[in-house]
């Protein structure tokens, strides 16, 4: 699933590719925010992203489902 987090006062945000589930990410992420405590995502690859929860501006989730590639042949 690709998360972009949108951080305060910055002008780039910050994706992160993770097989983590939404439930989860969603969770770690409104703790962060109410806490103002680190927000923590390990990606695919095994590398961790930290921010603080107090300077998320956004959090935008996507779909769980993967993306099949390719022209459908065989599908």
């Excluded at 097989?19 to 990410?25: F, G, K, L, N, Y």
């Excluded at 992420?29 to 961790?48: P, R």
Aim: cysteine-free; hydrophobic content about 40%; aromatic content about 2%.
């Amino acid at each position: 699933m690709e998360i972009k987090i949108g951080v305060r006062h910055i002008a780039r945000e910050i994706v992160v590719e993770t097989s983590e589930s939404q439930d989860v990410i969603t969770e770690k992420v409104a703790k962060a925010i109410e806490d103002g405590s680190l927000l923590q995502i390990t990606d695919d690859k095994g590398n961790t992203t930290l921010i603080s929860g107090a300077q998320i501006g956004y959090v935008e989730l996507g779909s769980d489902a993967k993306r099949h590639v390719g022209f459908g042949i065989g599908a």
